[in-house]
């Protein structure tokens, strides 16, 4: 699939006051609080860590790398891209959701805690990711799915353009991004099939600095978002990070 979702950022303005990061949050105040019930809590992904070294974002010897609200932690055995999701007080405990392979945890992680970082070299300073994308062949279904697992109902419905659709759920301080391109063939058996995660967005303190840091051969030149005074960028192919990420001024 084209990287059209780069083009563009959504957000579900009458929740903006849950913007802020559970950095310090205790149990008792996500699950009191002004926090949705179900909160990610990290993403496993695959591949060499030496990609992400590159871009500044460093993993301990274990594999955990703090990206603001939440943590991605990468088993190197695994292929590149996103394997998973670690959810914190979900009602239902399942281990798939709609395919996407699902793990559960008591306690959110030390968010405030740097960790992976390398002696001397660049350190890219994440706020935390806005939104995964999440690919599926039928929206309404994966929707549901999430909207029964997690609580998290559905926000908005986004026709994209070229046959693209989006949904929008937000799981703490994650917004969840349910793309699926409508099938030219009819019949159920065009929306047969799992969904899967596919993509991350990060968001930066300062965007230009980054890009005067990695240059144009490993990102984009930032660009203005959909939403006003917002920028973004691309990581390139040749960043080699196995998964399509961008990078999103605050």
């Known amino acids: 699939m084209a990287l059209a979702w780069l083009d563009y950022v959504e957000e579900n303005k009458e929740e903006k006051s849950t913007d802020a990061s559970l950095k310090g949050q205790s149990r008792q105040a996500s699950k009191h609080g ?23 974002i460093h993993f301990s010897p274990d594999g955990v790398a703090n990206v603001g609200n939440t943590w991605l932690r990468c088993d ?34 030390q968010l405030g805690e740097t960790i992976g970082e ?49 949904g929008f759920h937000r799981l703490g301080g994650v917004i969840v991004e349910i793309v699926s391109t409508r099938q030219s063939k009819i019949g159920p058996e065009s929306k047969v099939g799992p969904a899967s995660f596919w993509g991350l967005v990060f968001v930066v303190d300062d965007l230009d600095a980054v890009f005067d840091h990695l240059g ?32 999103m001024s605050r």
């Open 34 to 56: 002004a926090w949705l019930v179900t909160t990610v809590a990290e993403f496993v992904i695959g591949g060499p860590l030496g990609p992400w070294d590159a871009v500044g």
């Open 76 to 109: 190197r055995n695994l292929t590149p891209g996103i394997h998973s999701w670690a959810l914190f007080e979900a009602p239902h405990r399942d281990d798939s959701i709609d395919g996407l392979i699902t793990t559960h945890v008591d306690e959110l992680p």
């Open 118 to 166: 390398s002696d001397g070299s660049f350190r890219l300073d994440i706020a935390g990711v806005d939104h995964v994308v999440v690919n599926t062949p039928d929206l309404h279904r994966t929707s549901d799915a999430i909207a029964v697992a997690t609580g998290g109902s559905l926000k908005r419905v986004r026709d994209a353009g070229n046959g693209m659709q989006q």
């Open 216 to 247: 144009t051969d490993l990102l984009s030149p930032p660009k203005p978002a959909v939403q006003p005074e917002l920028r973004i960028a691309t990581f390139r192919a040749e960043a080699k990070l196995g998964i399509p990420c961008a990078l």
